[in-house]
DNA sequence: TAATGTACTATATAAAATGTAAGTATGACT
DNA sequence: AGTCATACTTACATTTTATATAGTACATTA
């Protein structure tokens, strides 16, 4: 995260392939590693930034940060700020972050059958 | 890929996240740069490492190679090798790999949906 | 004899993602 | 004056992922 650089290879494929490949396009997207479970727990409702990070663990304020202003800026969430103090953000997922909805059940699905799969020797 | 560090932070969180996410859990397996446009490829049939190769304008040898690879140990493909010379191996979605399909075609969707809403305005 | 095609492997390096630790602003409260 | 809580930010280190480049085996073909 932090800086890309607009130079390389890797982004430039990483743009051609979305631009061909809208399945690309969205798993650059929702591929980060705690996106999903952001978005899951986000299904429920709104949150604010310190339950979110209270459902997560392990991630680190920052990784957490970074992964709201990501999912922000694609539009996936959005952020209210109270103008309180303490501060009070709430993130809330908008109408094109709730259409994953049955993308992430059936993600779910499909990952607890695979699970099975692979432990049954 | 190549090599992973099994004592890192990093890697005890995706552990931690697979286990009580199955969408996570997936994410990780068909999150990769170039795995969904790789099975998206193969829900047409099956196809040799050249024939892959051709489709992924970009992708090295090596990357390919790596993400067969992983493909291949979580059972998403299975490859088969013709003893011939010169070579030839042809990979082919599992059945749990077809299983994807609905899910690849729903994030094509939602990805297209995506790319719009971003580029009105 | 030399070149060809296929599906790789080996090594090095660059870039991106993630993690660690510390610090910031604010007003209320002690 | 000092502590608290919240939601961050910053600088830096480490880990993971991706790319670049070259090389391999071997029967067939030229």
Known sequence: MTEIKETSTNFANKQALADECP??????????????????????GKLRFSELKKNLPNITERMLTLQLRKLEENKIISRTVYAEVPPRVEYELTAIGYELKPIIKALENWGEKHKALLEET
Do not use: D, K
């Open 23 to 44: 399945e690309a396009y969205a798993s650059n997207i929702i591929g980060g590693q705690w996106t999903l479970v952001i978005c899951s727990w986000l299904l429920e």
